[in-house]
């Protein structure tokens, strides 16, 4: 079997989903499992309406209703006037959106989160599973949630592998194509669940390994992996080799184009990653797989925009070592802070967080009852794999100071 990601940028209109079906006929897709992300930035919209859902309830059924439309224009694009069961389906899932919002009682920002979010896959596997069928290709539509198990650590679960693992060989071993959602599942309780932002390259990499897939290739708005985002930086090159180890880092430091979490259970299995481009289906991408670390090996660039640094000393000069070292963790743990650099000397610790659950001002509430806590705020992580001469020089042209910086063998960072 072989796995298809298609993200929401591939999909993010009706002349998508018509490559999408285009890219399946060219690469003979029988024994398929496509997984697809939600149109677009539906996403984020949804993130817009859980804003206003508890900020300002008013503003909520205008935002669903334009989301609506965009879904429906797809639709109408798609069929020209033949997309009935489609448009009904779509109503429903909208139906079943605005019910849920109406009835909720819990608090629980993550948790609604997931319930509201997942919509974003349903309408596009939705609006895609039917407009297969429209044109001859017979697909299944799987419910992911059926199949990724997890625990109920909303926006960001943990797999149970055993589970899921079961789950999928029972739901798709003898079918031949079968579309299914991206970033979905649910908890023992059968609550929906998320894997993450971006989590979807990540449900095609759990759906390889349950199924000992051939290869996972993930459809993208770029020629494949480059050595930084283009978005960002200029003159980016194509990689096109590159090894499990060298790609997990790169994801890890925030790559954005691969989430970090899906290469390791395909290097298990050393199932290739190949990361190509929907609209040039022919050209060859790039091939994340057992070989060399890095093909051409030139200097890899990352950067994490939106971070906080916090310097954290001691009030009575007293060292900073394993125990206060291990205190801090716990609450940046227990304060859901995800780390992204540490250093620290004798008597100060410096840490560039994430502030992705929106805890800091209650971690530095009780940070401060044991240290001086300075916060500095929406500082930008570079990170830079394979540095040499020419990338120190890129660290000056930013032209920002440098709040922090460190160095290894392979890998620099810098704070600005
Ligand atoms: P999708 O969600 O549609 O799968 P994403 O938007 O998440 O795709 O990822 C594709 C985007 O990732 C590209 O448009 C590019 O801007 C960005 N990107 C970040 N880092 C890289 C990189 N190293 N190489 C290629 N693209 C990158
Ligand atoms: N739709 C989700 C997101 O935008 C998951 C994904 O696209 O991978 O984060
Ligand atoms: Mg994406």
Known sequence: MEVFKFGGASVKDSEGVVNLVNVLSKTNSQDTIIVVSAMGKTTNALEKILDFYFKNKNQVSSEVISLKEFHLKIIKDLYKGDGNDCETEVHRLFEELQVFLKSNKSPDYSFVYDQVVCFGELLSTTIIHYYMKYKQLDSFWLDARNCIKTDDYYRSANLNWELTKKNIVDQVRHKSLVITQGFIGSSLSNFTTTLGREGSDYSAAIFAYALDAKSVTIWKDVPGVLNGDPRVFQKTKLLNQIS??????????????????????????????????????????????????????????????????????????????????????????????????????????????????????????????????????????????????????FIKKIGKPVLLEQRTQETAQFVV
């Open 244 to 393: 499990y180890r060298e790609a997990i880092e790169l994801a890890f430091y925030g790559a954005s184009v691969i989430h970090p979490k899906t290469l390791q259970p395909l290097q298990i299995k050393e199932i290739p990653l190949y990361v190509k481009s929907f609209e040039n289906p022919e050209a060859s991408g790039t091939s994340i797989s057992k070989g060399r670390a890095l093909e051409p090996n030139i200097p890899c660039y990352i950067v994490k925009k939106d971070q906080v640094l916090l310097r954290l000393s001691s009030i009575d000069f007293s060292f900073i070592v394993e125990e206060n070292i291990s205190y801090i963790f716990n609450l940046l743990h227990e304060y859901q802070m995800p780390v992204e650099l540490i250093q620290n000397s004798a008597i100060s610790f410096s840490v560039c967080v994430n502030n992705k659950y929106r805890r800091l001002e209650e971690l530095v509430l009780v940070l401060s009852s044991r240290f001086n806590v300075e916060v500095i705020k929406e500082v930008d992580l570079y990170t830079i794999r394979h540095f040499d001469s020419s990338a120190s020089q």
